[in-house]
């Protein structure tokens, strides 16, 4: 998403451009007591706590077509066994726990660092792991098994893609700028797209040991033409997940989604 951008092929006139890698819950929690960066990835879960300081940008997020996180075990477990379980989850705020909230409203819970998930349920320490990231394609290879695809059962519940994470920018940046801004994001998305094989390569240095092909296949599933936009489903989907979210009691508050771009 942020080739174009980072390697300044994309350059907004009056603008420079800083990209600074960070896991997500970290972002998550950076732009709620913060509002630490101008332009920001967040978990969709994190949108209602933020919402008064930042909008949602209208491209740049990652949306499951039928799949998304996923709970893991080493042991085959029937949907009411893992109920009763102890899952690793990658953070409070991430869309994963969203998620796992609506589908088990009582699962005990504990949170760990997205990328020791893995290796954690492994070492016994929990009985099951909900896995974001590459981990969703590596885990067979670790011996586990999937218990349950939440992409999968939200798309059963509503017949829409599941939205996991997106961008935010900051409203005091004034409309002006957060129009520019989102649509620099945009242009580096199409960049990225136009000039996949270039943009793998630098995607690669943050990759976690995953092979190029395993990488490209994951890209495939999170950065397409729903980064570029959303549309009316995507759109749709994110609204009814947070204000499912807020009827179930997992978000506190109602929740206002508008977008910039």
């Known amino acids: 998403m942020f080739y174009g951008l980072a390697t300044n092929k994309i350059r907004v006139p009056g603008f420079k451009f800083t990209h600074t890698l960070t896991d997500i819950e970290t972002l998550n929690q950076k732009a709620i007591h913060e509002q630490f960066y101008d332009v920001t990835a967040i978990s969709f879960h994190a949108y209602p706590y933020l919402q008064d300081n930042y909008a949602l940008m209208a491209c740049g997020g990652s949306v499951g077509e039928g799949y998304g996180p996923m709970i893991v075990a080493p042991k085959a477990y029937t ?118 094989e270039a943009a793998l390569a630098y995607a690669m240095q943050f990759a976690r040991d995953l092979d190029e092909n395993l990488a490209n296949k994951f890209v495939g599933m999170y950065v397409n033409e729903r ?18 979210g807020h009827e179930r009691g997992v978000i506190p508050h109602p929740v206002k989604v508008d977008f910039v771009g």
């Open 79 to 196: 949907l009411d066994e893992i109920k009763r379980e102890k899952i690793a989850i990658p953070g409070t705020l991430t869309t994963a726990n969203l998620a796992l909230k609506l589908f088990a409203p009582e699962i005990e819970t504990a949170i760990v660092p997205f990328d020791r998930i893995i290796p954690e349920v492994l070492a016994g320490n929990y009985a099951a792991g909900l896995i974001i990231h590459e981990g969703q394609l590596t885990y067979a290879q670790e011996g586990l098994k999937k218990i349950l695809d939440l992409g999968i059962w939200w798309r059963d519940l509503t017949g829409l893609p599941l939205p996991l994470g997106g961008n935010a920018i900051r409203r005091s940046l004034g409309e002006k700028t957060m129009q520019i801004c989102t649509q620099a994001l945009r242009e580096s998305i199409q960049h990225g797209l136009d000039h996949r």
């Open 227 to 244: 980064t570029l936009s959303y549309g009316d489903d995507g759109r749709e989907a994110i609204k009814k997940l947070l204000e499912m």
